[in-house]
């Protein structure tokens, strides 16, 4: 037939023809009704809402946080919060027809509210101190401005290149704001716990970050281009923030969690440090041995994840070659860890604080930014004038004061062309002669008894390591 249609019973449909068939029976989505701009006001307000729902929530739990304190102690809750969110989205959008002016009567009317209430509080605190004072803060007042914010933030159409990047911004923010009201107890604690040297220091540092690292040129200076201003910033920067990580564990719990926690967040600042601490101690405790080896061996193993980790940050790429012998040493390191511990006959004791320095110093700044300085020029002095051999030597004398300089080195000498093994080889080799020498410290002040623990564990790891640099060089 002409028309391509057999009549039934008569003749069998071609394969083509069906198929045209079922094409033309079947849905096309592209004419379903549904526009992502029209049913954007409706997906930015219940972001809005569920924005304002979080913060409300955390907030309702605050008032019966602190000892089921008064009702009235918090303005707003879990109620009021997304209704704040969604009136800042309807403002956001009506703003879009009648001009920012909406904007700035509703949130002048969230803020009279919030002015209101604080002054309803101050004029009939909830909560009073034993000496007579007022706890009278203005947390919940600034939650309920920014509730409004963030709805506001969700509804706008001319802040964000698209509506995903603008409903991922209002959600990051969310939690962000959601973590630090919950953080009440921790922030108060630490607080406590630092020092004014501590904040002074962290003030200079954050002044020294913000106004002078920044204009550093980023120019290679100086004998085989290894002065950067720019790059030394960078890495004093970096290593100052990994170890103020470990830095506040250590003030939160005040080393006082036991001496394996000391070792954990002890890690993080510096292992010899945890090792010196450790080992001075071991001889007039005996009976400790066991568990101080443990905290040494913990602290050692935290390092070789922390040179992966700075390996990461500076030179991606490099990673998958280095994780190899770290990843091995770091997996053997936890599992002594752990046999050890479960072998362990002494209870874990309190321990007294360890005693590092604070990290934002800028006397610690300057020392290693000198030090990251002169061990990056010999390194590359050494592969310029003596081959790999040079880079080597370079990587084991450097290992004898410190990892985190040569290991950035390697880092960026491997992204500017250095073969990638032996950058991993160097850095295996600076890690095995600190961690050698952690474990002579461990014999020298602790006394063999304990040492020998401390040498046999290291002693196992650098071998993984060793397997796992045989494996680099021979793929």
Known sequence: MSD????????????????????????????IPFDPVRYEPYISLAVAVGAGLVLGLEREQARFRDGGAHPAATFAGARTHPLLALFGGICALLANHYGVSVLIVGFAAVAWLAVSAYKAAEAHPPVQRPDGGIDLGGTSEVTALLSFGLGALASSTDVFANTAEKLLIVTASTVVAAALLSMKPILH????????????AA??????AVLVFPWLPDVAMGPYGAFNPAEIGMMILLIAGLDFVGYIGVRLLDARRGLLMTGLLGGL???????????????????????RALAVLLASTVMFARVIVEVAVIHRPLVSVVAIPIGAMTVVGLLVVGVLYLRRDEQIPEQAALKITNPFEMSSAIKFGALF??????AKAADANLGAGGTYVAGVVSGLADVDAITLSMAKMSADGLSHAVAATTILLATATNSLVKAGIACAVGGWAYGRVV?????????????????????
């Open 189 to 200: 604690r630490l607080a406590q716990r630092l020092s004014n040297e501590d904040v002074l």
């Open 203 to 208: 003030v200079k540092f954050s002044v020294a």
């Open 269 to 291: 600042v510096s292992s010899t440090a945890v090792t010196l601490s450790m080992s001075g101690r071991a001889r007039d405790e005996p009976e400790l041995h066991g568990v």
């Open 455 to 475: 040498l046999a564990g290291i002693t196992l790891s650098l071998a993984a390591g060793g397997i796992g640099l045989a494996f680099v060089w021979g793929a």
């Open 373 to 378: 300085a002169l061990v990056l020029f010999a």
């Open 4 to 31: 391509g249609v057999c009549p039934p019973g008569r003749c069998k449909m071609s394969g083509s023809i069906a198929a045209k068939r079922y094409t033309a029976t079947m849905i096309d989505v592209s004419t």
